[in-house]
């Protein structure tokens, strides 16, 4: 084992908010201040976070605030032990790869070498699509809600497996979009038991943990006694009261970590001493798609540029746990965010930080303030408003004036302000008030054909209006019945209800779905409802699918 304490020399400092020890040299006195500043304004006895800034494999800021058990009023340390969720799909990724260099397995195997049990519908699905998520297997957490199944606490691996089993067809081909899905790294964590006949929970644990001396670093158990041990979770509710997260513990994510341990795992991105050069290349090769098209997602890590600078990345959710693992390799420099308040943002922390520490270096983002001014009349900006189809997403777009500004909205109500730039043409400005994508409004005459969305990255997409339907009671009534699901072994009940119509399901109303077109309605839980109909126009059945598009085209048959 190497001796890593060298690398927890620090110089305390005390500043106002919690604890922070920051060495030297490495950040300044006003960009401390700035930290300090930008994480203020919470109560200390409330749910909090542990910070962790490394520099050129140096753990040089650790600060900590709030408490990880409110009965017990523990205070969060960097000793503290957070689940990390998604962000710990890299390890699993890592030991693929250990596996790979084993000699074996490759990439390029098919799943069902290694999970005969998935043989009927996954035809050319392989391990490197699982990694880079461009598999379509449909993501099992999301069936699991569907099947009306209890989603919290520890979903055991082989309940996950065992429910992909069942299914008959892909979200897509393998190899043709982007999708990421849970299921992806259930499978891979299979994987690695099986080929290397050994729980792939000590198989991480004995071959990237121990090697790094990440001893804080394990695998939750279906059990409490690890409360004692772990922080808590906590969402705050209306009244500014903090009560326990409803958590779910995905099969694949059972991961929990401490800032110090974080920091050896980041290291080792330099040392190389795990799997040397050979497996980093390897965990930072980004994926392709089958018309070679490059994307973002390596081995359970997002390689992306911010404001200039390149980053390696992974964020992980899970009830009130957030995390996030935010490197910049040109200048040797990380930010280690994990919090156990579910109103605490890590995400978006971690890159603030990042703006307070790369002053200077970073590129800047183009503000409204530089936005050309453009004035168009209240009475001419009314003749782009509208509902607008997106085939791409089977989800409509709406635009309307408010307050003498033309607003685009997406589903669940997620409003932009659409500023004009051009004839005809608007930029949308995002929540940071940075303008972003641009919407162009194709014209006939005075008379809108289609929008134009183009987006700052990807593919444009063009949306037709179309004319939101209004569907009464009596028109509800041909939906109503039983639809069953062979795949999921669960049926939904719908009945009208006024302009809506309830889902039923296991004897329990869960939700209402509404019409966002014709034979097209949603809900607020399950997702997208497309109904089909038979020559005759006889009602056949329904296709569900997820917003997310994690898991589609679940096949519902209405029962006679």
């Known amino acids: 084992m190497r001796n890593m304490l060298r690398k927890y020399i620090l110089i305390p400092l005390c500043l106002l908010l919690g604890n922070a020890f920051p060495l030297a040299g490495q950040i300044s006195t006003e960009q401390l201040a700035s930290i300090d500043r930008l994480l203020s304004g919470r109560e200390d006895l409330n749910p909090g976070f542990a910070i962790g800034i490394t520099h050129e494999n140096r753990l040089i800021y650790e600060k900590t605030f709030g408490v990880g058990n409110l009965h017990d009023k523990v205070k969060i340390s960097t000793e503290t032990r957070f689940p990390v969720a998604s962000m710990g799909k890299q390890f699993i990724a890592t030991a693929i790869g250990l596996l790979v260099l084993d000699g074996k397995l490759s990439l390029e195997d098919e799943l069902s070498t290694h999970l005969p049990e998935l043989d009927g519908y996954t035809q050319g699905v392989r391990i490197k699509h699982l990694i880079h998520h461009t598999s379509g297997m449909k993501d099992y957490v999301n069936l699991m809600v569907f099947r009306g199944d209890e989603v919290k606490g520890l979903i055991p691996l082989d309940k996950g497996i065992h429910l992909l089993s069942r299914l008959r067809a892909l979200n897509f081909e393998p190899g043709d979009q982007f999708s990421y899905s849970n299921s992806n790294y259930l499978l891979l964590s299979e994987i690695v038991s099986r080929v290397s006949k050994m729980d792939f929970r000590d198989f991480i644990t004995e071959r990237i943990f121990h090697p790094l001396d990440m001893n804080n670093t394990g695998f939750l158990e279906p059990t409490s006694g690890q409360d004692q041990v772990l922080a808590l979770d906590y969402r705050k509710?209306?009244?500014?009261?903090?009560?326990?997260?409803?958590?779910?513990?995905?099969?694949?994510?059972?991961?929990?970590?401490?800032?110090?341990?974080?920091?050896?795992?980041?290291?080792?991105?330099?040392?190389?001493?795990?799997?040397?050069?050979?497996?980093?290349?390897?965990?930072?090769?980004?994926?392709?798609?089958?018309?070679?098209?490059?994307?973002?997602?390596?081995?359970?890590?997002?390689?992306?540029?911010?404001?200039?600078?390149?980053?390696?990345?992974?964020?992980?959710?899970?009830?009130?746990?957030?995390?996030?693992?935010?490197?910049?390799?040109?200048?040797?420099?990380?930010?280690?965010?994990?919090?156990?308040?579910?109103?605490?943002?890590?995400?978006?922390?971690?890159?603030?930080?990042?703006?307070?520490?790369?002053?200077?270096?970073?590129?800047?983002?183009?503000?409204?303030?530089?936005?050309?001014?453009?004035?168009?009349?209240?009475?001419?900006?009314?003749?782009?408003?509208?509902?607008?189809?997106?085939?791409?997403?089977?989800?409509?777009?709406?635009?309307?004036?408010?307050?003498?500004?033309?607003?685009?909205?997406?589903?669940d109500n997620f409003e932009s302000r659409l500023v004009p730039?051009?004839?005809?043409?608007?930029?949308?400005?995002?929540?940071?008030?940075?303008?972003?994508?641009?919407?162009?409004?194709?014209?006939?005459?005075?008379?809108?054909?289609?929008?134009?969305?183009?987006?700052?990255?990807?593919?444009?997409?063009?949306?037709?209006?179309?004319?939101?339907?209004?569907y009464s009671t009596k028109e509800l009534d041909d939906f109503a019945g039983t639809y069953y699901s062979k795949e999921l072994g669960t049926a939904y009940q719908l009945s009208p209800n006024k302009t809506k119509l309830n889902i039923h399901l296991k004897g329990k109303e869960i939700s209402k779905m509404v019409a966002i077109k014709a034979d097209y309605f949603k809900d607020g839980y399950f997702g997208d409802f497309r109904f089909v109909r038979n020559n005759d126009r006889e009602l056949e059945g329904f296709y569900l699918s997820t917003k997310s598009k994690r898991a589609t085209n679940m096949y519902f048959e209405k029962q006679k």
């Open 421 to 470: 730039v051009g004839e005809h043409q608007f930029r949308i400005v995002n929540a940071q008030q940075k303008q972003s994508s641009t919407v162009e409004f194709v014209m006939i005459g005075d008379k809108v054909k289609e929008l134009i969305f183009r987006p700052v990255q990807g593919q444009e997409s063009s949306m037709k209006l179309y004319e939101y339907p209004a």
């Open 237 to 411: 509710e209306a009244g500014g009261r903090y009560v326990r997260s409803d958590q779910v513990i995905a099969a694949q994510d059972q991961i929990f970590s401490t800032i110090k341990d974080l920091s050896l795992w980041d290291e080792n991105f330099y040392s190389q001493v795990l799997g040397g050069k050979t497996l980093q290349d390897m965990l930072l090769q980004r994926g392709r798609l089958s018309n070679r098209e490059e994307i973002n997602y390596a081995f359970g890590l997002f390689i992306n540029d911010y404001k200039g600078l390149r980053t390696i990345s992974h964020a992980g959710d899970m009830g009130g746990y957030h995390s996030q693992f935010l490197q910049f390799p040109e200048e040797q420099m990380s930010i280690i965010v994990l919090t156990n308040a579910a109103d605490f943002n890590a995400y978006g922390t971690s890159y603030q930080i990042a703006d307070i520490l790369f002053e200077g270096k970073l590129a800047s983002e183009e503000g409204v303030e530089n936005l050309p001014v453009i004035k168009v009349p209240k009475k001419k900006l009314k003749l782009y408003t509208g509902a607008y189809w997106n085939e791409s997403i089977n989800r409509p777009r709406i635009v309307y004036v408010q307050g003498g500004s033309l607003r685009y909205n997406r589903p």
